[in-house]
Each structure stands twice: as C-alpha cells, then as structure tokens.
C-alpha cells in the first residue's frame, strides 16, 4: 500500500508539470485540413479548439474539441450561408472573420468592403453574444488600423485580433516582437489562428521541431494571447499549398501522427519530456525510420523519412517577412523600442478574451 500510494503521489505530480495551469491558459487548436477520419487521433491532450476556413464541423470529433466557424469572404459565400443556417439553433462562443483580407489570392478586400462585410455577417453575431475576431491579416498592419476605423464608423464589433504568421526556424525573436507590435497597436486579446515554418526557408525537421515547440511554449506564456493554433492538420507530403514547409505536418502519408503532433498534444516544455514522455521525444531527437517512441495506446511512433531536398533558393526573408519587419520599425519609430520583457500570464483569468 505504501508503494502503491508513492507512485501515485509522482504520477501526480509529474501531471501537474506537464499540464500546469500557466500551460492551459493558451488553447492549442487546429487549423483543420484533412480527411475528417484523421481527427480523432489529435482530438485529445492539450487539444481544445478547431477551425476550418470555410468548412462546417468535423462530425468525427464527436463534440471533444470545441467548433469555431469561420466567415473566409464573398469567395465562399454559400458555404458561409450553410454555416449561417448550422448556428440557427446552435450559437457559437466565437467566430473567425474573413481570411487574409491583404492577400491577393486569398479573401483580397480593402479595409472598407472588409468593414461592411464584417457589418453584415458577423454584427447580427456579435449582438447576441457571440464574440468576433478581426480579420485575419498577415503582414499588413495599415490595412487593419484603416479596417479598425470604418468598423468604428459603422459601429461594428471587434473583440479580438487574429493573425497568421509563418516564418524560417531563425524567426523566433521576430516572431516575438511582432506578436508584440500587433498588441500594443490594437490593444485587444489575440488569437494566432495559424503559424508554422515557410517552405522556401529549406530547413531539416529537427529545426522546424525546436522552432515550433519553442514558438509554442512561448505563446503559452503570454497574458494577451489566448489561442493560438499551428497549421500542421495535413499529410507530409500533401501540405495545403506551396506556401507551408511540408515538415509542420502532424500526420503521416498512412495517416499515423508524426512525433511533431504528439509533443503539441501532450507536451508543455520544448526540451524536458513531460509526464507523456512516452508520448513526446525530447528536442534533441531527430526522427527517422528505426528509431521509434511509443504513443498513448502503445503503439510505435515513426516518422516517414524527410527525402525532400531543400529549395534550390533558400529565402530568409520573404515580403510579407520584410512588411512585418518595416511595420515594427514604423511602430518603434513612433512608439519607442519594443520591450525585451515578456507580459507573462500569471492571472487566474480563464476567459479567452
């Protein structure tokens, strides 16, 4: 009995240092993006939130994760109309506003048609409760201020910022400071709805894997951010576009998850294993076929062998790279050096917003 009751004793604290307090408050989400039958092998762990761009909700979820719709822009109108109709009984808590606004090839609106959309579509929301995002821009800090000012003057409701970013494994301090621009420019809760590491950039796996278990627990610490979720919901070798490294993926070509979407399921710390340490191989591991981990069910973890060449051109630093870079020092210029010091979340606040 009494060696019964010590191991339960370090069971239980080894769970508290893997899933503290201060490591719930930032909820790890998924920008979802493949088969739906994948979905529940990450609906667990420190999983809490979905979204899809356009799509409905993953059925094969079975209610675990929480649904965030999305309203991408006119491009998908109708699918927005179906989603419109899904929430008639149904409020969400949230909801997304149009994707990547500033991107020609993506939802491609002025701050103006953006603002009336917003009006729209996502007011009639905000008024019986349900809390809206901005936009989700990428680079371009003056379209949302000019956004921010025609919602202001129809009178719209914004109740927290959304942003992508994506950047080279290198980027972990200008990621920082530009979470940390996007904050004091609009004062208001933020939500990372994807980040993740560009395919141009041409790193290994072990330095996407450090990049993004560093990039994660730091966002974790953070007062102001509240969500934030890495676009890894694809297939190795089938990324959603060009854009994404192929490497952020969480699956396999088989479906099986990749060591990547187990340390971002269960694990809070980017170098120590955590209480799952069966489930979550420390930084220093590089993987490749014949060396395996085991997951929660026993099983063997192997990631397919990373066979892709680096691009013939590798770019550190790419335009939406340098508009962030040039929005900081605008911002600096005006505002002062951005602190090195990090607004660390040490309240008892549960509330995402």
């Known amino acids: 009995m009494r060696f019964s009751l010590q191991l339960l004793v370090v069971a239980f604290a080894a769970l508290l240092c893997a899933v503290s307090p201060t490591d719930a408050k930032l909820r790890r989400g ?4 493949v088969n739906d039958n994948y979905g529940p ?8 939130w979905y979204w899809h761009w356009q799509d409905g909700p993953n059925p094969k979820f079975n209610g675990k994760l929480q649904w965030v719709p999305c309203f991408w822009g006119p491009k998908y109108q109708s699918q927005w109309e179906q989603r419109k109709r899904e929430m008639k009984g149904n409020l969400p808590q949230y909801i997304l506003g149009v994707n990547e606004p500033e991107i020609p090839g993506q939802a491609n609106l ?6 009336k959309l917003h009006m729209r579509e996502l007011e009639p929301y905000a008024r019986k409760g349900v809390k809206i995002s901005s936009p989700q821009m990428v680079y371009k800090t003056e379209w949302l201020q000019q956004f921010m000012k025609e919602c202001n003057k129809l009178g719209c409701t914004v109740d927290f910022i959304a942003i992508h970013w994506y950047g080279t494994t290198k980027d972990m301090a200008k990621l ?3 979470v940390k621009t996007i904050h004091k420019t609009f004062n208001k809760p933020i939500w990372i709805t994807e980040y993740g590491v560009t395919a141009a950039s041409g790193p290994n796996m072990n330095a996407i894997k450090r990049f993004h278990m560093d990039a994660t627990a730091w ?7 509240k969500r934030a979720a ?8 089938n990324p959603p576009d060009s854009y994404a490294n192929n490497k952020n993926a969480f699956y396999n070509d088989n479906g099986s998850l990749r060591d ?6 269960y694990s809070s710390k980017p170098v120590k294993r955590s209480a799952h340490s069966n489930r979550a191989l420390p ?19 192997v990631d397919d062998d990373d066979d892709s060449e680096p691009p013939e051109h590798i770019i550190e630093c790419d335009e939406y790279c340098q508009a962030r870079d040039k929005a900081i020092a605008d911002f600096e210029a005006k505002n002062g050096p951005i602190s090195e010091e990090d607004d660390l979340d040490d309240d008892n606040d549960d509330d995402d917003n």
């Not at 002025?110 to 603002?115: C, D, E, F, V, Y």
Request: net charge positive.
């Open 30 to 33: 998924l920008a979802w993006g």
């Open 41 to 48: 092998k990450l609906a667990k762990g420190l999983i809490s």
């Open 110 to 115: 002025s701050p103006k048609q953006a603002a």
């Open 176 to 178: 920082k400071r530009w």
């Open 219 to 225: 966002l974790t610490k953070v007062s102001y951010v």
């Open 230 to 237: 890495w676009l890894g919901c694809f297939v190795v070798n």
């Open 260 to 265: 990547i979407a187990h340390w971002y399921m």
């Open 283 to 301: 930084s220093s591991h590089v993987a490749r076929r014949g060396l395996t981990h085991k997951d929660e069910d026993g099983n063997d973890i």
